[in-house]
């Protein structure tokens, strides 16, 4: 802290809401700063569960303020469905306690009704989008088209928007042989949302630039991650938002010059969910065996992610471009019990090695891993507290990851609660 930033280092599903609902212990503000309800973020507390879409991770953590900022896409339907989950398990959320950005962009009914349409329309070169209208909300945003969460208490302005946009994409949705929306319906909900929402809106930027002033503690929850960044990530099978900690500035309002931690979120294998290049996937047994012991099924889609292992010319790029101070090292239980463990070192393009991560998707679908291979080990490691507990297979494939990577590994989790993990 002041402030911190936590980022994926892979394709998303890294476990960054683990990292960061420990590490918003010592947080008084929690923020989101890009995408929206396609995230999926598990925490378990005292082995209860607990899946957030929207609201920041540091709503489970009593004393601690969550933002969404301006970067975030909001879909108040399920603004609305999480806070009445979150009241019934536990944790009612007054305004006081969930700030939203005055200058997030809403999306709205026909922004998923596009995500569907273009992506059967993509047929075979479809991204594998969770359906959650996010590229289509932030096209309108960059379009100059986009509907914010202070348009909504203008009310002429937003039923003229509102209804010229429905107009607008239903004459795309017709083109792409898909039914139309209700703009009258929309904006009747965007109507009986407006009182609902009001007491959480901020203007969140001079809110958080106060805070800092004020010498509070700000840890950023980012989402995705750096490989679907939509800048810096494996475009175009990446997610439309800049997830990478590069979007910290534009999607909060936090000045640059305040951020003084930056910590990667790598799991000790690789998954991804959705279509796109993935060099070091392990489509085999292994990965099979993966996927079964690391539960990895979407948080948001339910989809079974794809599963493969540790890909360091992935992480060395996001550890670079994010300058991150460290690594957080998830799920290395899971990989206990295999025969042997790999990490992809370089790739083999068309008999040329390749250290750094390649622009283009057809390089990056040519890529080859270069593996190196280490021993696996054995045993429960849930229970393990300092490093000195873990295996010795364990602790050097940990080293590895760190020598490869480029970053120290300063955590380690070992479990999904909260108390399961070490430092280092
Ligand atoms: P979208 O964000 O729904 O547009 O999806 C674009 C791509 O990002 C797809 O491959 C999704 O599977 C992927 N994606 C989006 N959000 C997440 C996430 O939270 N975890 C993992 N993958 C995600």
Not at 65 to 73: L, P, Q
Not at 135 to 146: E, I, M, Q, R, T
Request: glycine letters at 10%; a neutral charge.
């Amino acid at each position: 802290m002041p402030v911190t930033c936590v980022v994926g280092a892979q394709w998303g599903d890294e476990g960054k809401a683990r990292i960061v609902d420990l590490l918003s212990g010592d947080a008084d503000l929690v923020v989101r700063y890009q995408g929206g309800a396609n995230t999926g973020h598990t925490v378990v507390v005292n082995g209860k569960t607990v899946k957030l879409h929207l609201i920041p991770v540091g709503v489970l953590r009593e004393g601690c303020v969550s933002v969404v900022g301006n970067g975030c896409v909001l879909d108040l339907k399920v603004l609305f469905e999480e806070l009445e989950m979150l009241a019934r398990s536990g944790y009612p959320v007054d305004p006081a306690r969930l700030r939203v950005s005055d200058r997030a962009h809403l999306v709205l009914p026909y922004h998923r009704a596009l995500d569907a349409a273009y992506e059967s329309a993509r047929g075979a070169g479809r991204i594998g989008t969770t359906g959650r209208g996010i590229g289509p909300c932030y096209s309108d945003k960059v379009a100059y088209k986009g509907i914010r969460v202070c348009d909504l208490f203008d009310d002429p302005s937003l039923e003229a928007r509102v209804l010229s946009n429905c107009e607008e994409k239903n004459r795309h949705l017709g083109a792409l042989g898909a039914p139309p929306v209700d703009a009258a319906a929309a904006l009747a909900d965007l109507r009986a949302s407006r009182d609902r929402v009001a007491p959480f809106v901020e203007d969140t930027a001079a809110f958080l630039r106060d805070a800092i002033a004020a010498g509070s503690r700000l840890l950023c929850e980012g989402a995705q991650a750096v490989l679907l960044d939509v800048d810096h990530g494996t475009y175009p099978y990446v997610s439309a938002s800049n997830a990478s900690v590069l979007g910290v500035p534009a999607g909060s309002g936090i000045p640059p010059r305040a951020i003084t931690r930056i910590v990667c979120v790598a799991k000790a294998y690789a998954t991804r969910v959705g279509e796109g290049p993935f060099p070091s996937e392990e489509t085999g047994a292994e990965g099979q065996r993966i996927r079964e012991r690391g539960r990895e099924f979407g948080t948001t889609t339910g989809r079974p992610r794809r599963c493969g292992w540790f890909d360091a010319v992935a992480a060395r790029y996001s550890v670079s471009l994010c300058d991150a101070d460290e690594i957080a090292l998830t799920k290395l239980d899971i990989l206990a019990g295999m025969e042997r463990l790999r990490i992809c070192t370089a790739y083999d393009i068309g008999g040329r090695r390749v250290d750094r991560l390649p622009a283009d998707v057809g390089s990056l679908r040519a890529a080859k891993p270069v593996w190196k291979d280490f021993p696996g080990f054995e045993g429960d490691l849930s229970g393990c507290r300092n490093i000195a507990d873990l295996p010795a297979g364990a602790r050097a494939f940990v080293d590895a990851i760190e020598r490869e990577a480029g970053a120290p590994v300063r955590l380690v989790s070992v479990g999904a609660d909260r108390a399961q993990y070490l430092t280092r």
